[in-house]
């Protein structure tokens, strides 16, 4: 593009392309929605006149925008007017918080809350309706657990989605009961898919501000393309017309690669892909649940759990079906990602996958791993022979407060624990490694999984060097697998994830040089500046000469 003159041009003394391992000192010149180039400050001056806007951002890094590989959208969106129950340490100051969030929403249908959650609470049992009916005898509530694989629910709640002593459990889920075979009020996997259309009356206005309150929250956080994994276990949520309707409007300031169910009927996928293939919007491929969690002892392991021998957890679909679903999307150019959470879920992920390339021949299918919290030693390798991208989350290493009250080092023991979230071990194997969130289990906030990636501490700052501190990973590779990991991870590696000249202008700023700065200054910092497809999205103390 020689010869062409920036509409704007942004310099700083640090800029991180994720080519280079550091920061370099420049400019980059930016035309329309693509990057010019980027050169000293000296040769820049050859893409400027007088109406090239300038912004000289000193010592501030400069780099791509992250692009956040695992979020639930509408879920999260649904999170940020809802309660949060983190806080919570019973049962019964839970079903207070409920309340009194309920008093100040009157006018709401249901009642939606998430991330309590009875691990950390001092009798650990799950949590009944009665605690709910109490105060809410006349509101239905729903209230996702923190990993959102289960829900609590009042009586009235159960009632109005039909749900009593004789509905059975739906495949692969749960309706909890007591002893006389009546629901408790907790609905497990699957069993939640009962509850669908308490999602479905949330109304169209109510869609549109949670998207709209989303798309500033990325913003402001340096997000600049997301994955939605649409399905959880039983429900689908999201609306794609309400994301369509914003990127024909030119609203959609956050990419969105979102996925549909692997379920054995292809025809909705198909009509999918054919329909969404734009670089804002776009269909992602399919995804599925292989097993839930450890802290629940529903993740699948390779052996027993350590603090409960008589179980190895379970996969949430019978390994034939998953594997012949997996063969015939597979057979139809479909990509596929795989919640897996337990070494053998992990392992069950990866023999899908072989057993497609055995069926269907090898291809750039990019299929992926989601999670990879535990893995069995012998199938570290099988990632990079197979091509599976690892898309991990590393916030998930610090689901508890306190590193002693660590569930996962009663659950895989000793011996297992040195597997456990091996995130350099991955990398150093070759795979291809994509960070994300998993937004709403966890915040948004990519620096707080940049943190936990290169420091593997608690908040309590414990262990002292990290748990499993040769796991840990510098600066430069975690935001790498923030931006171009997650690139490749969406097939978009040759339109973004690098600064470079011809990409697209997916670019954030942040108020300091993360590489010239301390973990917990790191986990501080904020982006001052997000552009997105070459416009400006977010602005905060610009600097313009």
Known sequence: M??????????????????????????????????LTITTTEEIKNCMDSNTKVYDFGNKLIMPGFQDFHIHLFLGGLSEVSVSLLKAKSETEAAHMVKAFADTRPDDEWIFGFRWYHVYWKNKKLPTKH??????????????????????????ALELLGINRNTSNPPFGKIEKDEDGEPTGFLFETAMGFAQKAFDQISLTQKINMLERFLQKAARLGIT???????????????????????????????????????????KARVLRNRFQSNTLRFSGLKQFLDGVPTTYTALLVEPYSDKQNSYGSTLIPSDLIKKWTIEADKYDFRIRFHACGDGAVRLGLDCFEAAQRENGKRDSRHTIEHVEIIHPEDIDRFATLGVIASMQPEHLAVSENFLDNPYLRRVGKEREAYTFPIKTLLNSGAKLAFGTDYPVVGLEPLDEIYRAITRVHDDGKPDGGWNPTEKITLSEALKAYTTGSAFGTFSEQENGILEAGKLADIIVFDRNLFDSTAEEIKNANVIFTMMNGGIVYENQRVIT
Do not use: Q
């Open 2 to 35: 020689t010869g062409s003159i920036a509409d704007t041009v942004l310099k700083s003394n640090a800029i991180f392309t994720g080519v280079e391992e550091n920061p370099i000192s420049g400019a980059v010149a930016i035309k329309d929605n693509t990057i």
């Open 131 to 156: 605690s709910l009916d109490c105060l809410l005898p006349d509101r239905p509530v729903f209230l996702f657990n923190d990993e959102c694989h289960g829900a609590w629910l009042n009586s009235r």
């Open 225 to 267: 393309s997301v994955s939605d994994m649409l399905p959880l276990p039983g429900l689908e949520l999201g609306d794609l017309e309400i994301y369509k309707k914003f990127e024909d409007e030119g609203r959609l300031t956050t990419r969105i690669h979102f996925l549909a169910a692997l379920d054995g009927d292809l025809e």
